[in-house]
């Protein structure tokens, strides 16, 4: 069984750019989770989506950061217009029940 | 505000030296408390769920026991590849019953020598 994926696994861009990260659930996983880690941080909770609904989005830090489930399945998370401090290691994680699978991450880097 | 606090920061140990790691929680109602393996560039790595006090699951040289205070991750007899850094994290009774946020600990990282 595949595992969670996420793409890219690296970006740099620029402030002021816009990044599109994107998670692959596992299958058949109706929730969905991002989170984040900071430099020197623990990692943190930003949203979770049941199939294409946000159930919790209390971790997004502000309105520069959008995500989207489409059809339940894939998700994005979106930084738009991007800042220093949104750099770091963003999460995806998927769930049947209780237990979250984690992806490799997408490390994001913004000069 | 849920808390989760884990100690040692690192720790570094023998091949076959055993040790525990420890992970204190503040939670007002404890659904879950998990423990992750992380190696690096890579995602968390379940290793186990536990729910209630006194509970304790096994997995290789791995035993994880829960109260109502702390966890404790027991390594047993260790060897070099279990050399990562390992996650405690919790997830606190809300609402809804289809999944829920984990908060988690900064992570202990152990170094196993030969």
């Known amino acids: 069984e595949a595992g969670v994926t996420q793409f890219p696994s690296h970006s740099v861009i620029e402030k002021g750019q816009t990044v599109t990260l994107r998670c692959d659930p596992i299958?058949?996983?109706?929730?969905l989770y991002w989170y984040r880690r900071v430099m020197g941080k623990e990692i943190k909770f930003l949203l979770h989506f049941v199939k294409e609904s946000k159930q919790d989005e209390s971790g997004m830090p502000n309105n520069r950061f959008l995500a989207e489930r489409t059809g339940g399945t894939y998700s994005t998370l979106k930084v738009q217009p991007a800042e220093l401090e949104d750099s770091g290691v963003y999460f995806c994680?998927?769930?049947?029940?209780?237990?979250?699978?984690f992806g490799p991450g997408t490390r994001l880097t913004v000069l | 505000e849920d808390q989760v606090t884990q100690s040692p920061e690192a720790l570094r140990l023998q091949e076959g030296e055993s040790s525990s790691l420890n992970c204190s929680y503040t939670v007002s109602g404890l659904r879950g408390l998990f423990w992750y393996r992380q190696d690096p560039g890579k995602g968390p790595e379940f290793l186990f769920t536990?729910?209630?006090a006194g509970e304790e699951k096994e997995k290789e040289r791995l035993k994880a026991t829960l109260t109502k205070k702390e966890s404790f991750l027991h390594i047993t007899a260790p060897k070099p590849e279990d050399s990562a850094t390992y996650l405690c994290?919790?997830?606190?009774?809300?609402?809804?019953?289809?999944?829920?946020?984990?908060?988690f600990g900064k992570g202990t990282s152990l170094l196993v020598t030969p």
């Open positions: 536990l729910y209630s």
């Open positions: 299958s058949g996983h109706d929730n």
């Open positions: 994290a919790v997830s606190a009774l809300r609402g809804s019953n289809s999944g829920y946020a984990l908060n």
């Open positions: 994680a998927s769930s049947h029940r209780d237990t979250q699978y």
